[in-house]
């Protein structure tokens, strides 16, 4: 489940690489944004919700696709920045590093936050911090040590994802409640955009995709595209399933940081059922925050030639001083990441994708068409949703 750093995959998940590189992508995805969709979507309205969540998750599906295109455009191996500035200059890099120091910062704070308060769930003792301690120093260590989540990590743990969403659908078929469905309010609709931005960010990962693929570089098309679109079919279930129990008047009645989906599931359903949703929330976000603690770590690493145990201190330090201070509640902090983070990263990638198909030094696997008018539409979208954030 876990590897050293420059270490091959042996066995059958050396020959399946499609399907490590898809959950690599699923794995980032999905952390800690399933857990804030189902609050803000009942503010404004399911079916609205249930819109939002295909239109954004469309979006990323071709801006995923547009940076594979990108990477495979690409003979040198970079994060982010590095694509940045081989295609649009210094600024470049510059703007796509603060986006993702937001973005990345942002995603750790909002990892520790909901874990603890989870696990904290789950045992029933202790406080959250405690819990949030816990699991810093675990991943943490395990980063240390050049330990990633690989693909076979990733593969089981989502597949224990699936399992527990059916599962929790099964169990709270009876306790579902229509008239928690059918709430619509106009003045809230873009109260969910930040935190589903948030929830389908996967953009890190696309560059350890290419790695993980090899010499299958012409999988790589299937591989994003199988990775970007089971997120939204399941945002989408366990969003109807939170919702229907939950409602937004109990939701209401909840602290900052018992609005996370899970931990509100298990106040208003059986007890097993919120072990059972808790244990999803602690599975996704452990996946997802060593995929995130580990490319903020190459990044500083990498791009920027910082030592190891610096970018290990960097990476690390400013999300626990955010936590161990309460400077902001978990849905806060997702909704600010996913407009800021999530606005500029798309804004970039689409400059990114078409200087690319200039610029490029390699030709790619696969080639996607220059798609000016979506392209414009994306970026508007995003600058609305900044725009939002800040005023």
Do not use: C
């Not at 919700?49 to 191996?77: P, S």
């Not at 791009?303 to 955010?322: E, M, Q």
């Amino acid at each position: 489940m876990l590897k050293k750093r420059g270490s091959e995959e042996k066995g059958f998940f050396a020959n399946h690489k499609l399907a490590i590189a898809s959950t690599t992508l699923i794995g980032t995805i999905i952390g800690a944004g399933i857990l804030g969709i189902p609050y803000v979507i009942a503010k404004t309205g399911f079916v609205y919700g249930l819109l939002l969540i295909i239109l954004l998750g469309g979006a990323y599906v071709f801006l995923n696709l547009f940076l594979g295109e990108v990477i495979l455009r690409t003979k040198k191996q970079h994060q982010l920045p590095g694509y940045a500035e081989k295609y649009l200059g210094k600024w470049g890099k510059r703007l796509m590093t603060l986006s993702m120091f937001i973005g990345l910062y942002g995603a750790l704070t909002a990892y520790l936050i909901g874990e603890g308060a989870a696990l904290h769930t789950i045992f029933g003792w202790g406080v959250p911090l405690m819990y949030t301690f816990i699991f810093f120093a675990i991943t943490v260590y395990i980063i240390y040590r050049g330990i990633k989540a690989t693909g076979k990590a990733e593969l089981i743990l989502i597949s224990l994802l699936f399992l527990v969403v059916v599962f929790i659908g099964l169990l709270s078929y009876n306790q579902i409640q229509f008239s928690n469905l059918v709430h619509f309010d106009l003045t809230k609709i873009l109260v969910p955009y930040g935190v589903i931005v948030f929830a389908f960010v996967g953009l890190p990962s696309i560059p350890e995709m290419q790695e993980e693929l090899g010499r299958e570089k012409k999988k790589m098309k299937k591989a994003i595209l199988v990775g970007s679109v089971i997120p939204i079919v399941l945002y989408i279930a366990f969003s109807l399933i939170i919702i229907g129990i939950v409602g937004l008047e109990n939701f209401e009645l909840l602290g900052p940081n018992e609005r996370i989906a899970t931990i509100a599931l298990s106040l208003y359903s059986n007890q097993i059922l919120g072990i059972f949703a808790n244990l999803l929330a602690v599975l996704a976000m452990f996946t997802s925050f060593l995929t995130i603690g580990t490319a903020l770590v190459e990044i500083f690493e990498y791009d920027y030639g910082v030592s190891r145990r610096t970018s290990l201190l960097l990476t690390f330090s400013l999300p626990l001083l955010i936590v161990l201070f309460k400077l902001t509640s978990f849905i806060v902090v997702l909704g600010i990441t996913g407009a800021i983070a999530g606005g500029l990263d798309g804004i970039l990638v689409m400059l990114m994708y078409w200087k690319a198909k200039k610029l490029g030094d390699r030709k790619p696997e696969y080639t996607m068409g220059k798609h000016y008018i979506l392209g414009v539409f994306l970026i508007l979208m995003f600058v609305v949703g900044i725009a939002y954030q800040f005023f």
